[in-house]
Each structure stands twice: as structure tokens, then as C-alpha cells.
Nanobody, 126 residues
Framework: QVPLVESGGGSVQSGGSLRISCAAS?????MAWFRQAPGKAREGVAA????????RYAGPVKGRFIISQDNTQNTLYLQMSGLRPEYTAKYYC??????????????????????WGQGTQVTVSS
């Protein structure tokens, strides 16, 4: 089992910023952030290759979110700026231990990810 523990969620006003983190045990993998808003399906937000060389973003968050990782600390981050109320969701980190390079065409599909955290709530008020 690869424990993934998210933290850093909270409440923020529209236009604000927040950084969430995901602590993981030592591994090499494609890592991603997903989110699930109330009543909606879980969707991919961003992904990063194991060496941090390539990142991928969902269209709505490009230019607003930055995914990064600190392999010395075994921590994945998502820096979120320009937050909007529609970004209110539970944010999950996920690991695909079968890949070191995230799939260009399917990085945002849940079925590729073997391990998931419990999620951290992000609430954006208008």
C-alpha cells in the first residue's frame, strides 16, 4: 500500500490562492491531482512525471494552477491561484506506480491510478 495523505485545504475567497500538499512514501511514479465537486464526477486537474520534467493541466486550470513535487520530501504540491467558487471540491492526489511518465492522452483518467488519498476540501466563496 502506498499511503497518500493530502493536507492544506481550507476556505478562501474568490480570487485567492491556496497550496495543497500530498505526502507519499518513497516511490517513482506519475502523480496527479483530481477533484470532485458535489454532485459531479471526479475530474483530473493536473499531472506530473516522476522526474518532474513534464506537467499536464486540465484546460480550465491552465495558467492558474501549478503542480510540482519535492522528491527529497516525497511531497506533491498543487499551487492554486485565481480561485473561483466553481473550484470548490474535494481534491485528491493519486499515484500510478506503473508509469514514470504520465500518459499525454489519458493522464486524467482515474482508471490509470492505483493509489488515492482521502482528499482535502477546498471551498471558494464569492
Amino acid at each position: 500500500q502506498v499511503p497518500l495523505v493530502e493536507s492544506g485545504g481550507g476556505s478562501v475567497q474568490s480570487g485567492g490562492s491556496l497550496r495543497i500538499s500530498c505526502a507519499a512514501s518513497g516511490y517513482t511514479a506519475c502523480m496527479a491531482w483530481f477533484r470532485q465537486a458535489p454532485g459531479k464526477a471526479r475530474e483530473g486537474v493536473a499531472a506530473i512525471d516522476s522526474d518532474g520534467g513534464q506537467t499536464r493541466y486540465a484546460g480550465p486550470v491552465k495558467g492558474r494552477f501549478i503542480i510540482s513535487q519535492d522528491n527529497t520530501q516525497n511531497t506533491l504540491y498543487l499551487q492554486m491561484s485565481g480561485l473561483r467558487p466553481e473550484y470548490t471540491a474535494k481534491y485528491y492526489c493519486a499515484a500510478d506506480l506503473r508509469r514514470m511518465v504520465c500518459s499525454e492522452s489519458s493522464w486524467d483518467r482515474e482508471l490509470w491510478y492505483t493509489y488515492w488519498g482521502q482528499g482535502t476540501q477546498v471551498t471558494v466563496s464569492s
